[in-house]
């Protein structure tokens, strides 16, 4: 019985070990198996032809819009005349990326739309849209609603942004813009009720859409920008007889009638099979709000994309734990950094991480004693209460070829701008494990609000201060190294583990504490008055 439960915990380890957070903002993931069951971002996988052979370039018209969740959900123009076009650097869009949809450009750009060939059936659903609409469309403004027929007041008479369904207003659940307002509409297969509810919206400004309905209780509700949402009790059933997502039109494309089509710009679509939970809600609207530069008049929380804290746009992630105790404890998203919650989190903490777009350049300015080269790629956090310790893990391929093991982590941990003042298990941190696909692990990490950290590599012999040297092997040559630090003195090596302590200027004759000698290598001198310095042994 204790071998089943010790193969149990090892096989629930491994699990946990294996599951990256590699969906936006690290939600979920992109290899198909997690809630995301439709990730659509302008910036990735934009095609000029079906085969999504031939990546488009900026004004090309689109043919083919890559699922990057991995359900394999693409999305494609049904003919040339309905193509949207791809617009590079968007200024409504903080220069990201975009899709132009024409709703009536003129006869061979018209009616811009795009269309799945599958729908993952589900009970719950949560979808995010990201857009800049250009002028409103058909219905009207009228919220809430219910009906057994066809009318104007419902979304389907609007310009549809996402819809899940199929031809016809029954058992579809959409987002559509109608007059001034953002509309959820979703429809009973079994009773033929429509349901509709609507919030206020404004044309020609960023934002973000969210809709959610659930199936057991049949709430849906519609929100924009992180707002409070709008309710209302639709029909208590699963969304199970949809067969595709449509990106920019009403799945009515086929009554042709202009007003149903959108008008503006798109830059993502995400769809989820659940309910996103607070905790996620708040760090994937987060995520949105910071890449695209959409205000939110509630929970922003992450500060570090603002202008005066150097605009920390990119790779939003982020962990957390909400007022109702829903949590995220592990994330990676798009980028090379994943954090693991290691200390329980209290309710209403978050730490979030974004870097600031730089490559990854190795540079040799603005690096502490011992440090031969430090990226110029740097990330900053924003942390709400006291998160506590993390595991940090950084997927370090893109910038070493995974031979190089003296990797650390470089923290400013004095918030000053500056790594090159940064000590040795302070702001200097080695990693704790190496695994062999690339990453490195490191282990009780601290990060507080608005610091910033990069990783930089250890020197591996002397190159700059080449008297910072000696060779403890008896031959009567430079055998001792002159400390003149006053007070206490203590010595590391590489790896953060103290080998000899000082309390007074002495020689060092190589030896450790334990008495035995130290191997050759970098060794980190440092006082309790701050001073820092390096020395190598060599035989």
């Not at 997690?34 to 910036?43: E, Y």
């Not at 009318?151 to 996402?162: I, K, M, R, T």
């Amino acid at each position: 019985m204790i071998q089943k439960k010790f193969i149990y915990l090892i096989a629930y380890f491994s699990l946990l070990q294996s599951f990256a957070q590699t969906g936006p903002a690290g939600l979920g993931t992109n290899d198909g198996s997690s809630p995301l069951k439709l990730w659509l971002d302008a910036g990735k996988g934009i095609y000029k032809d079906t085969g999504a052979k031939t990546i488009a370039n900026a004004y090309d018209r689109v043919y083919f819009w890559t699922d990057l969740s991995g359900s394999n959900n693409d999305v494609k123009a049904s003919f040339d005349s309905t193509r949207p076009t791809f617009v590079t650097n968007s200024p409504f869009l903080n220069g990201q990326s975009a899709l132009r949809f024409n709703r009536n450009y003129d006869n061979s750009n018209k009616r811009n739309y795009m269309a799945s060939e599958s729908f993952s059936s589900t009970n719950d659903i949560t979808i995010y849209c990201i857009f800049y609409p250009y002028g409103g469309a058909g219905g009207n403004s009228i919220t809430p609603f219910k009906s057994a027929f066809m009318s104007p007041n419902f979304w389907y008479y609007g310009a549809g942004l996402v819809d899940c369904g199929v031809v016809g207003p029954f058992n579809d659940i959409s987002m559509t813009i109608c007059d001034t307002t953002l509309a959820a509409g979703g429809g009973d297969i079994t009773t033929y009720t429509d349901f509709v509810v609507k919030t206020p919206l404004m044309i020609n400004k960023p934002h973000f859409a969210v809709l959610q309905k659930e199936a057991w209780s049949g709430v849906m509700s519609i929100a924009k920008d992180g707002n409070i949402p709008a309710q209302y009790q639709a029909a208590k059933q699963p969304i199970n007889n949809s067969f595709k997502y449509y990106i920019g039109s009403t799945s009515d494309t086929a009554l042709g009638k202009e007003n149903t089509f959108f008008d503006g710009y798109m830059a993502g679509v995400m769809v989820f099979n659940k309910i996103l939970n607070q905790a996620e809600k708040t760090i994937l609207e987060n995520y949105i709000s910071a890449r695209y530069d959409i205000e939110m008049p509630y929970n922003d929380l992450f500060k570090m994309d603002q202008a005066a804290y150097g605009n920390y746009d990119f790779d939003m992630a982020g962990i957390g734990k909400g007022t109702d105790a829903s949590a995220q404890l592990r994330a990676r998203g798009e980028g090379i950094i994943e954090i693991n919650s290691t200390t329980p989190l209290g309710v209403y903490e978050y730490l979030f991480w974004a870097h600031n777009g730089l490559p990854f350049t190795l540079l040799r300015t603005d690096i502490p004693e011992g440090i031969a080269q430090k990226l110029e790629r740097t990330w900053r956090v924003s942390e709400v209460g006291e998160v506590g310790s993390v595991e940090l893990v950084v997927n370090a391929k893109d910038f070493t070829d995974g031979s190089q093991k003296d990797l650390v982590l470089l923290i400013d941990t004095d918030n000053d701008g500056q790594f090159a003042d940064e000590q040795l298990g302070k702001g200097i941190i080695v990693h704790s494990k190496f695994l062999e696909n690339g990453q490195y692990v490191f282990s009780n990490i601290n990060l507080n609000d608005a610091q910033r950290f990069t990783f930089g590599f250890l020197e591996t012999a002397c190159q700059v201060d080449c008297d910072a040297i000696f060779s403890p092997n008896g031959d009567g040559q430079n055998d001792v190294y002159f400390l003149d630090y006053t007070g206490k003195t203590l010595i590391y090596d590489k790896y953060g583990r103290v080998v000899k302590e000082f309390y007074q200027p002495i020689q060092w004759d190589g030896y450790k504490s334990n008495g035995e000698l130290a191997t050759p290598g970098l060794y980190f001198i440092v006082s309790t008055n701050g001073a820092q310095s390096t020395v190598t042994i060599v035989r």
